[in-house]
Protein backbone atom coordinates (compact mmCIF):
# COMPACT_ATOMS: atom_id res chain seq x y z
CA UNK A 1 0.00 0.00 0.00
CA UNK A 2 1.46 3.37 -0.86
CA UNK A 3 2.57 5.74 1.84
CA UNK A 4 2.78 8.97 0.16
CA UNK A 5 -0.61 11.12 -0.32
CA UNK A 6 -3.31 13.53 1.14
CA UNK A 7 -4.71 12.63 4.78
CA UNK A 8 -7.76 15.31 5.66
CA UNK A 9 -7.85 15.41 9.44
CA UNK A 10 -10.20 17.30 11.56
CA UNK A 11 -7.95 18.92 13.66
CA UNK A 12 -9.26 19.38 17.88
CA UNK A 13 -9.61 22.39 19.46
CA UNK A 14 -6.36 22.82 21.71
CA UNK A 15 -3.69 21.43 19.07
CA UNK A 16 -1.58 24.12 16.94
CA UNK A 17 -1.32 22.61 12.98
CA UNK A 18 2.11 21.53 13.67
CA UNK A 19 0.98 19.59 16.74
CA UNK A 20 -0.77 17.53 14.16
CA UNK A 21 2.04 16.80 12.14
CA UNK A 22 4.34 15.95 14.97
CA UNK A 23 2.05 13.46 16.08
CA UNK A 24 1.43 12.10 12.93
CA UNK A 25 5.09 11.76 12.32
CA UNK A 26 4.83 9.32 15.05
CA UNK A 27 2.03 7.47 13.69
CA UNK A 28 3.68 7.05 10.58
CA UNK A 29 6.89 6.98 10.87
CA UNK A 30 7.29 9.20 8.24
CA UNK A 31 9.39 12.94 8.40
CA UNK A 32 8.40 14.29 5.31
CA UNK A 33 4.71 16.07 6.26
CA UNK A 34 3.17 19.55 6.14
CA UNK A 35 -0.15 20.72 6.41
CA UNK A 36 -1.74 23.03 3.48
CA UNK A 37 -3.55 26.00 5.76
CA UNK A 38 -2.69 26.53 9.32
CA UNK A 39 -5.57 26.74 11.96
CA UNK A 40 -5.16 28.33 15.16
CA UNK A 41 -5.21 26.69 18.18
CA UNK A 42 -8.59 27.61 19.24
CA UNK A 43 -9.85 26.94 15.71
CA UNK A 44 -10.95 23.21 14.53
CA UNK A 45 -11.80 21.41 11.64
CA UNK A 46 -10.64 20.42 8.14
CA UNK A 47 -6.78 20.69 7.94
CA UNK A 48 -5.32 18.91 4.59
CA UNK A 49 -1.92 17.38 5.54
CA UNK A 50 0.54 16.26 2.37
CA UNK A 51 2.67 12.99 3.35
CA UNK A 52 5.62 12.25 1.55
CA UNK A 53 6.00 12.82 -2.01
CA UNK A 54 2.64 14.46 -2.25
CA UNK A 55 4.19 17.75 0.24
CA UNK A 56 5.19 18.59 -3.33
CA UNK A 57 1.92 19.21 -4.24
CA UNK A 58 0.80 21.45 -0.89
CA UNK A 59 0.40 25.06 -3.16
CA UNK A 60 -2.37 23.46 -5.27
CA UNK A 61 -4.15 22.55 -2.34
CA UNK A 62 -3.38 25.61 -0.26
CA UNK A 63 -4.35 28.23 -2.63
CA UNK A 64 -8.17 26.91 -2.69
CA UNK A 65 -10.71 29.29 -1.17
CA UNK A 66 -11.83 27.85 2.07
CA UNK A 67 -14.92 27.59 3.96
CA UNK A 68 -15.69 28.93 7.76
CA UNK A 69 -18.28 28.04 10.61
CA UNK A 70 -17.81 31.50 12.83
CA UNK A 71 -19.65 31.91 15.77
CA UNK A 72 -18.45 35.64 16.81
CA UNK A 73 -19.06 37.77 20.16
CA UNK A 74 -20.50 41.13 20.08
CA UNK A 75 -20.21 43.89 22.77
CA UNK A 76 -16.73 42.77 23.59
CA UNK A 77 -13.30 43.17 21.61
CA UNK A 78 -10.13 41.00 22.59
CA UNK A 79 -6.35 41.96 21.83
CA UNK A 80 -5.88 38.77 19.78
CA UNK A 81 -9.39 38.77 17.92
CA UNK A 82 -10.36 35.90 19.37
CA UNK A 83 -11.79 34.02 22.62
CA UNK A 84 -8.11 33.67 23.84
CA UNK A 85 -6.89 36.98 23.94
CA UNK A 86 -7.08 39.72 26.86
CA UNK A 87 -10.51 41.38 26.69
CA UNK A 88 -9.80 44.93 26.13
CA UNK A 89 -13.02 47.07 25.66
CA UNK A 90 -16.44 46.33 26.15
CA UNK A 91 -18.89 48.24 24.24
CA UNK A 92 -23.30 48.08 24.07
CA UNK A 93 -24.82 45.83 21.53
CA UNK A 94 -27.55 47.42 19.76
CA UNK A 95 -31.11 46.38 19.42
CA UNK A 96 -30.73 44.63 16.46
CA UNK A 97 -33.45 42.31 14.75
CA UNK A 98 -31.86 38.98 12.48
CA UNK A 99 -33.91 40.70 9.51
CA UNK A 100 -31.40 44.03 10.34
CA UNK A 101 -28.24 41.52 10.44
CA UNK A 102 -28.99 39.92 7.39
CA UNK A 103 -29.57 43.15 5.35
CA UNK A 104 -25.36 44.11 5.70
CA UNK A 105 -24.81 40.83 3.56
CA UNK A 106 -24.53 42.71 0.56
CA UNK A 107 -22.06 45.32 2.15
CA UNK A 108 -19.89 42.14 3.79
CA UNK A 109 -19.70 40.87 0.20
CA UNK A 110 -17.80 43.92 -1.27
CA UNK A 111 -15.06 43.94 1.58
CA UNK A 112 -11.54 43.15 -0.53
CA UNK A 113 -8.35 44.32 1.76
CA UNK A 114 -7.81 43.17 5.43
CA UNK A 115 -4.90 44.18 7.62
CA UNK A 116 -3.50 41.09 9.00
CA UNK A 117 -3.89 40.66 12.54
CA UNK A 118 -1.05 41.71 14.95
CA UNK A 119 -1.33 37.89 16.60
CA UNK A 120 -0.98 36.31 13.77
CA UNK A 121 1.64 33.88 11.40
CA UNK A 122 2.31 36.38 9.13
CA UNK A 123 5.85 36.86 8.04
CA UNK A 124 7.55 40.81 8.34
CA UNK A 125 11.16 40.93 8.12
CA UNK A 126 11.66 37.36 8.41
CA UNK A 127 9.58 36.75 11.75
CA UNK A 128 5.98 35.80 12.45
CA UNK A 129 3.55 39.33 13.17
CA UNK A 130 3.15 37.13 16.73
CA UNK A 131 6.33 37.09 17.83
CA UNK A 132 6.34 41.26 17.54
CA UNK A 133 3.37 40.99 19.53
CA UNK A 134 4.40 38.98 22.44
CA UNK A 135 7.39 41.79 22.83
CA UNK A 136 4.73 44.51 22.73
CA UNK A 137 6.49 45.89 19.10
CA UNK A 138 4.86 47.81 16.86
CA UNK A 139 5.15 47.18 13.28
CA UNK A 140 3.61 48.17 10.14
CA UNK A 141 1.11 45.81 8.53
CA UNK A 142 -0.10 46.73 5.09
CA UNK A 143 -3.39 45.63 3.49
CA UNK A 144 -3.90 43.01 1.31
CA UNK A 145 -6.34 41.54 -1.51
CA UNK A 146 -8.94 39.09 0.05
CA UNK A 147 -11.83 38.08 -1.40
CA UNK A 148 -15.61 37.18 0.35
CA UNK A 149 -16.67 34.48 -1.94
CA UNK A 150 -20.20 33.49 -0.21
CA UNK A 151 -21.88 34.63 3.00
CA UNK A 152 -24.58 33.62 5.10
CA UNK A 153 -25.84 34.13 8.43
CA UNK A 154 -27.05 30.99 10.60
CA UNK A 155 -28.19 32.59 13.98
CA UNK A 156 -28.21 35.55 16.31
CA UNK A 157 -29.29 34.91 20.01
CA UNK A 158 -27.56 38.36 21.59
CA UNK A 159 -24.51 38.47 21.83
CA UNK A 160 -23.37 35.17 20.16
CA UNK A 161 -23.85 35.57 16.22
CA UNK A 162 -23.13 32.77 13.96
CA UNK A 163 -22.41 32.79 10.34
CA UNK A 164 -20.93 30.91 7.70
CA UNK A 165 -18.56 32.07 5.00
CA UNK A 166 -16.23 31.01 1.93
CA UNK A 167 -13.39 32.90 1.31
CA UNK A 168 -10.52 33.50 -0.33
CA UNK A 169 -6.88 32.30 0.38
CA UNK A 170 -5.32 34.33 3.43
CA UNK A 171 -8.67 36.04 4.45
CA UNK A 172 -8.13 36.29 8.45
CA UNK A 173 -11.87 35.28 9.77
CA UNK A 174 -10.82 36.76 13.29
CA UNK A 175 -10.61 40.48 11.30
CA UNK A 176 -13.33 39.86 9.10
CA UNK A 177 -15.69 39.12 12.64
CA UNK A 178 -14.39 42.67 13.82
CA UNK A 179 -15.21 44.03 10.67
CA UNK A 180 -18.96 42.61 10.82
CA UNK A 181 -19.01 44.06 14.53
CA UNK A 182 -18.38 47.20 13.35
CA UNK A 183 -20.25 47.69 10.18
CA UNK A 184 -23.13 46.64 12.80
CA UNK A 185 -22.18 49.53 15.20
CA UNK A 186 -20.44 47.87 17.94
CA UNK A 187 -17.08 45.48 18.87
CA UNK A 188 -16.56 42.03 18.67
CA UNK A 189 -14.43 38.74 18.95
CA UNK A 190 -14.34 35.46 17.20
CA UNK A 191 -15.62 32.78 19.45
CA UNK A 192 -15.53 29.38 17.78
CA UNK A 193 -13.99 28.99 15.07
CA UNK A 194 -14.27 25.02 12.36
CA UNK A 195 -12.95 25.03 8.97
CA UNK A 196 -15.62 22.83 6.83
CA UNK A 197 -14.40 23.21 3.32
CA UNK A 198 -11.38 23.30 1.05
CA UNK A 199 -11.50 23.77 -2.05
CA UNK A 200 -14.10 20.89 -2.79
CA UNK A 201 -12.95 18.98 0.46
CA UNK A 202 -15.31 18.13 3.09
CA UNK A 203 -15.09 18.23 6.58
CA UNK A 204 -17.17 14.93 5.96
CA UNK A 205 -14.62 13.29 4.52
CA UNK A 206 -11.71 13.76 7.49
CA UNK A 207 -10.53 11.58 10.38
CA UNK A 208 -10.08 12.25 13.75
CA UNK A 209 -6.56 12.53 14.68
CA UNK A 210 -6.83 10.26 17.86
CA UNK A 211 -8.41 7.44 15.83
CA UNK A 212 -5.39 6.95 13.68
CA UNK A 213 -2.91 4.50 14.28
CA UNK A 214 0.15 2.68 13.03
CA UNK A 215 -2.17 0.23 11.94
CA UNK A 216 -4.73 1.83 10.34
CA UNK A 217 -3.45 5.39 9.03
CA UNK A 218 -2.91 4.14 5.30
CA UNK A 219 -6.59 3.62 4.85
CA UNK A 220 -7.10 6.84 5.68
CA UNK A 221 -4.75 7.98 2.84
CA UNK A 222 -6.25 9.68 -0.45
CA UNK A 223 -4.13 9.72 -3.66
CA UNK A 224 -3.57 12.99 -4.92
CA UNK A 225 -5.55 12.37 -8.13
CA UNK A 226 -8.84 11.95 -5.46
CA UNK A 227 -8.09 14.94 -3.74
CA UNK A 228 -7.28 17.54 -6.83
CA UNK A 229 -10.49 15.90 -8.67
CA UNK A 230 -10.58 18.51 -11.45
CA UNK A 231 -7.04 18.38 -12.64
CA UNK A 232 -6.72 18.38 -16.06
CA UNK A 233 -5.11 14.15 -16.22
CA UNK A 234 -3.61 12.32 -18.79
CA UNK A 235 -2.73 8.46 -18.77
CA UNK A 236 0.58 6.82 -19.52
CA UNK A 237 0.73 3.10 -20.57
CA UNK A 238 4.51 3.15 -19.26
CA UNK A 239 6.72 5.03 -16.55
CA UNK A 240 9.97 4.22 -17.94
CA UNK A 241 10.56 7.76 -19.94
CA UNK A 242 8.66 9.71 -17.03
CA UNK A 243 10.83 7.96 -14.54
CA UNK A 244 13.56 9.01 -16.16
CA UNK A 245 12.46 12.68 -16.39
CA UNK A 246 12.47 11.99 -20.36
CA UNK A 247 10.26 13.75 -22.89
CA UNK A 248 7.33 11.47 -24.05
CA UNK A 249 5.30 11.93 -27.81
CA UNK A 250 1.82 12.26 -26.48
CA UNK A 251 -1.48 13.52 -28.57
CA UNK A 252 -2.50 16.28 -26.34
CA UNK A 253 -2.95 20.13 -26.26
CA UNK A 254 -0.56 22.15 -25.03
CA UNK A 255 -1.17 22.93 -21.61
CA UNK A 256 1.36 23.96 -18.66
CA UNK A 257 0.36 22.18 -15.69
CA UNK A 258 -1.12 18.25 -16.29
CA UNK A 259 -1.23 15.51 -13.75
CA UNK A 260 0.01 12.57 -15.06
CA UNK A 261 -1.41 9.37 -13.91
CA UNK A 262 -0.69 5.35 -14.38
CA UNK A 263 -2.53 2.48 -13.02
CA UNK A 264 -5.19 4.89 -11.70
CA UNK A 265 -2.81 6.70 -9.31
CA UNK A 266 -1.23 10.57 -9.56
CA UNK A 267 2.97 9.37 -10.07
CA UNK A 268 3.83 13.44 -11.37
CA UNK A 269 3.19 16.84 -12.89
CA UNK A 270 4.00 17.48 -16.49
CA UNK A 271 3.89 20.26 -19.60
CA UNK A 272 2.48 19.45 -22.81
CA UNK A 273 4.12 21.35 -26.13
CA UNK A 274 3.49 20.27 -29.47
CA UNK A 275 2.22 16.95 -28.79
CA UNK A 276 5.58 16.42 -26.52
CA UNK A 277 5.39 15.50 -22.75
CA UNK A 278 7.83 17.31 -20.36
CA UNK A 279 8.21 15.87 -16.85
CA UNK A 280 8.10 18.55 -14.52
CA UNK A 281 7.62 16.71 -11.12
CA UNK A 282 8.51 13.04 -11.08
CA UNK A 283 6.36 11.30 -7.47
CA UNK A 284 7.18 7.73 -7.91
CA UNK A 285 7.99 5.74 -5.12
Not at 37 to 65: H, M, Q, Y
Not at 100 to 127: D, F, M, R, T, Y
Not at 213 to 229: A, H, T
Amino acid sequence: MQSSGILLINKPIGLTSFDVIRRLRKITKIRKIGHTGTLDPFAEGLLPVCVGKATRVAGKISNNNKQYLVKMKLGEKTDSGDNTGQLIEKAQVPRLEFSQIKNIVPEILKINKQIPPIHSAKKINGKRAYEYARKNQRIDLKPKDIEILDFTFINYDTPFLIYRATVSKGTYIRVLSETIAEILGTIGFTDQLQRTKVGKLLIEDSVDLNKLSEDNWKQSLFDISKILKDFPKISLNSLDYFTNGRKISVEHEDISDIMVMYNNRCVGFAKIKNNTLYPKKVMIE
